[in-house]
Structures are given as structure tokens and as C-alpha cells.
């Protein structure tokens, strides 16, 4: 039997003064229902700037508390399934996205979804990108709000955060204190306008603690390979942070000095933007699967 957890009252930032709404087990199945980015704010495409309260942005369901979870320790999050709403909602506009210095006002688009397909216009009907943007546990120090990333997670707005994927998360506190929202029927690497699809709907996952992993950022895996997900100040230090740590991650597990091992990721690693519009950038370092395979890695 599933657990459910509603949506209710959100919360607006990571902290590990936030009480838990759930206890769970690892290996439970959990069913986390969410709101959109806006909590479901936007009647129409011409709802006004100052109908808006913008402290509710970004707002996740949680924390939840996983039995088990342990500083030093890391929270495995396996997605089994991403359910979302039949309408979603884009934006952009003056100051917000790498766009606006070139626009006057803010604009909102709704978008009905059909048959896994956004209804963008007459002519273009997006595919289904279902992914979360903000996912993670509560920070090491103080509160962050839900709009930021880190290596607590947060609001990473990575594509690669859908469903088959597994995120692990470091752990900072007793619980772990997970939470899980801001998601996504459609959205680009970048996420350039400062939206995506926005949508509310519902996550399926199963938590497991691991004691076997030392990372100090999120790192995800799929069936294509494994991504060390790092937030910075500058996407420059993202990218290079995100290699680092890989390389620092994977050189335990092979017989490769350092220098060779630069060569080899050099060679089919491949440095990848998750987001340049949150307060701190995302990057991503992503390794193929065949190279885990080549030297045992069946841990991830």
C-alpha cells in the first residue's frame, strides 16, 4: 500500500527547523502530490504582477522524514512515475530568463495538454518531457529558499530528473527531511525563459539510505549513465566543480592515476547546463553507462 501525501500547506524553504508532515520507511512507496511553481496562482493569461504573492514560489511538499537517514550518509530517491495535470502554465518576462533585458512586461501562456503533448499553438504540439525541478533534503546550515539550488538539491531544474531516474542526495540531518515540487510537463536544458511547462501532479517514489557513497552534490542515474549535478555562482564553476567531483567520485573504483583518467572523461564525459536562471547556476558532468559497466560499477 502506497502512502500518500497531499500537497496542503507547502513549504517555501529547505531548513531543518521545518517539522516533518510524514514519517516513511525506506522501500515504502510514497505518492507526493504537488503544486505548480506559482501554487497554482495563474487563472489566465492575464492575471496581473500584483494579483501574485511571490513569497509562494517554487513551493514543495514536505519535509518528509525517512527513517533511517543519517548524517554523513546519502538519500537514494528512486522516481518511479511523474503524473501531472492536463493544463500547464509558461512565463517570462521583464528581468526574468536571459531575455529579459529585452522585454517590457510580464506574460503568461496556458497551455491544455492532450494525448502527452502540450498544446503550445495550432502548429506546435510539444512531447511529453515530464521531469521535477525542485527536489532535495534540508541544507547543512540555515534555511534555503525552494527557488535555489545547492548541494542540498533544491531547485535544480534538471531534465534529467524524470521518471526511471535515481537521485542521490547528501545527507545533513537526522531524516533527511526530503522535499519534492516545482515540476515540469515539458522543459529545455537551460530553462532559459525562467519557466518550463509548469504543472501540478503527483511523484510515485522509494527512498533508500546509503552508507556506501561519498558525494557532497547531487548525483543522478539512469540507464544512459550517471550526472554529477553541481550549483555555483557561475555556470563556469559549476561545470568545472561538476567535473572535478566526478572525477574524484569515480577514481576509487578504477585502476586509472589521475592524469589518465582526466584523458578518459575528457574522451566521453560530456559537461552539460541544467539551468542559468536561478539565483545559482546548474551544471552537470555526465558518464556513460558503459564506462560503469567496464569496470564494475553496478552499485548506481
Known sequence: MATTIQRGKPIYAFSKENAPVAFVKPGDE???????????????EETDYDAIDWNRINPATGPIYVQGAEPGKTLAVHIEKISVKNSGVLSTGKNLGTMGHRLEDLQFKITPIEQERILFNEKIKIPFNKMIGVIGVAPEEGAVNCGTPGEHGGNLDTTLITEGA???????HK???FGLGDMHAAMGDGEIGVSGVEVGGSATVRFEV??????HYPLLSNKQGIAMIVSKNTLDEAAKT???EMIDF??????????KLTMLMSAIGNAQISQ????????????PRWFLNAYGIYTL
Open 30 to 44: 510514497v505518492i507526493i502530490e504537488t503544486y505548480d511553481c506559482f501554487e497554482d496562482q495563474i487563472a489566465s
Open 166 to 172: 535515481t537521485l542521490y542526495i547528501p545527507i545533513f
Open 175 to 177: 531524516g533527511a527531511l
Open 210 to 215: 546509503r552508507d556506501d557513497l561519498n558525494i
Open 242 to 244: 561538476s567535473v572535478e
Open 250 to 259: 569515480l577514481s576509487p573504483y578504477t585502476d586509472l592515476g589521475l592524469g
Open 276 to 287: 542559468i536562471v536561478d539565483p545559482k547556476l546548474t551544471a552537470r558532468f555526465f558518464v
